[in-house]
């Protein structure tokens, strides 16, 4: 029998009842993960159990506690943040490369979490609610509600209007992602960079947490296209 390789890597992430990874910026470095070949495993936390595990494990954070959140066993040092992480890993596994920055994923990501991240936040808010537990769903209608002001699923009155008013915008993102196109499926051409990273798991999210939401998106040209070209490191999501 074949054993698995011990895991170099402890990743805390997210849980809901799909048993998978459905936080966008878990994903990031789950991606990363997968792609670099480095073996870990998951520990899942609902959302009231985050801050006190992470405090727990010794984490300081000068904003929220979040997830993703690291072990690295070897050293056994503990990272917080998809960012530092994604800096501590291609540090530490250098082969194959991720390049972290370039000028087009810098506009993608910035256009994107403020066009698309709008229209998503207004479409999968009042359903990511439906895949928690009941325990995480208390937790998650409150902390929500307190932003907001207001029930979940009055976002959903204003969600076609959101997605015809950003259409344009929606579209003109991802042209973006096609610059290179005739190089290569992702946002650089033949090799993925973290900005497919980060499109790819915003996608993911959209599909586990609705998949009428995600084929809404991918209709779009460029969004599909990425999301395809990173499957093959999206198989390990639990």
């Not at 990363?32 to 954070?61: A, H, Q, S, V």
């Not at 530092?84 to 506009?107: C, H, K, M, N």
């Not at 990511?128 to 699923?153: D, K, V």
């Not at 980060?198 to 993911?204: D, K, N, P, V």
């Amino acid at each position: 029998m074949v054993h698995p390789p011990e895991p170099e890597i402890v990743l805390y992430d997210l849980a809901c009842t799909k048993n998978a990874c459905f936080s966008p910026a878990v994903w990031r470095i789950r991606l990363m993960l997968n792609y670099k070949r480095i073996p870990y495993r998951t520990i899942f936390l609902e959302f009231p159990d985050i801050e006190p595990t992470l405090k727990g494990l010794g984490l300081e954070t000068q904003t929220k506690y979040t997830v993703p959140a690291i072990h690295h066993v070897a050293t056994n040092t503990y990272m917080i943040d998809s960012i530092p992480i994604a800096q501590f890993l291609e540090s530490t596994y250098p082969d194959p490369p991720v390049q972290l920055t370039s000028e087009l994923g810098r506009e993608i990501e910035a256009q994107a979490s403020a066009v698309v991240g709008t229209v998503l936040r207004t479409s999968l808010l009042p359903r990511e609610i439906g895949i928690l537990s009941p325990r995480a769903q208390e937790y998650f209608r409150r902390t929500r509600e307190e932003s907001l002001g207001h029930p979940l699923e009055k976002l959903l009155d204003k969600e076609e209007d959101n997605w015809n008013a950003l259409d344009d915008r929606i579209r003109a993102v991802g042209e973006l992602m096609l610059t290179n196109k005739a190089e290569g499926p992702f946002v650089l051409g033949a090799h993925p960079i973290y900005t497919d990273f980060f499109i790819a798991g915003t996608l993911q999210c959209a599909r586990m947490v609705d998949e009428g939401v995600f084929q809404r998106i991918i209709k779009y040209p460029g969004y599909g296209e990425i999301y395809e070209a990173c499957l093959p490191y999206m198989e390990k999501r639990d």
